[in-house]
């Protein structure tokens, strides 16, 4: 069963304009949630993370929102730019998995000057 | 630092063979965890290893095997490779310092093609 979930398979955004990807979780064990961006051919690159005992961190243009009672985080990126057009993975992890990554299946994100 | 590398980036293997994949996580991680990327089943954990023992274990058959080596240097084997093992196969590390949860850094992955 899908335990982390990104709804949107895109989203095109103006350059300039803010960008918001969402990401929801099942798993009421995950207590620790971070954001990748991914180019073709290459690896996840880590962007930012949260854990479940705050509600908001922040870092540069990236910020995410996490809301723990709608088991719902988000990324706000802004202003949004033409090199942030990539896939955005969303991961969940649990003190009781260990270090073990669970992902959503990804948004494609696309930033048009 | 230098980022986690990983070898090869591109392999071709036919049905039935096996394969040994590589990777160096970052100077000082001492945690490294595999992963496969498919188009059909997306990012899905593979396994984990610190201080050369495996921690945690993905939903893989036991054809999926790897190992650590005192260096943190980690490998992952898979045997009698199967149509379905083409994947881009990720090694992440983490360094472990302040407990079991800490963010994790990817390599470029390897690229597996199975004919």
């Known amino acids: 069963d899908q335990q982390v979930k990104q709804n949107s398979p895109s989203l095109s955004v103006q350059e300039g304009r803010i960008s918001i990807l969402n990401c929801d979780y099942t798993?009421?064990?995950?207590?620790?949630f971070l954001w990748y961006k991914k180019y073709p051919a290459e690896g996840p690159t880590f962007l930012i993370s949260?854990?479940?005992?705050?509600d908001k961190n922040e870092d540069g243009r990236f910020t995410v929102f996490l809301n723990k009672s709608a088991k719902h985080l988000s990324l706000h990126i802004v202003p949004s730019q033409p090199g942030d057009s990539a896939v955005y993975f969303c991961?969940?992890?649990?003190?009781?998995?260990?270090?073990?990554?669970?992902f959503g299946a990804g948004t494609i994100l696309r930033v048009k000057s | 630092k230098a980022g986690v590398t990983q070898t090869p980036r591109y392999l071709i293997k036919t049905r039935g063979q096996q394969v040994t994949l590589s990777c160096s996580p970052i100077?000082?991680?001492?945690?490294v965890s595999w992963y496969q990327q498919t188009p059909g089943q997306g990012l899905q954990f593979l396994f984990e290893?610190?201080?050369?023992?495996?921690?945690n274990k993905g939903n893989f058959p036991g054809r999926f095997s790897g190992r650590q080596f005192s260096n943190s240097r980690s490998e992952m084997n898979v045997s009698t490779l199967e149509l379905g093992d083409s994947a881009l196969y990720l090694c992440?590390?983490?360094?472990?310092?302040?407990?079991?949860?800490?963010?994790?850094?990817f390599g470029p992955g390897t690229r597996l093609l199975v004919l």
């Open positions: 992440a590390s983490s360094p472990l310092e302040a407990g079991f949860q800490e963010t994790q850094y």
């Open positions: 798993n009421s064990m995950f207590d620790y």
């Open positions: 949260i854990s479940s005992i705050k």
């Open positions: 991961a969940a992890s649990a003190k009781v998995y260990g270090n073990k990554l669970v």
């Open positions: 100077s000082g991680h001492r945690s």
């Open positions: 290893y610190f201080s050369e023992t495996q921690r």
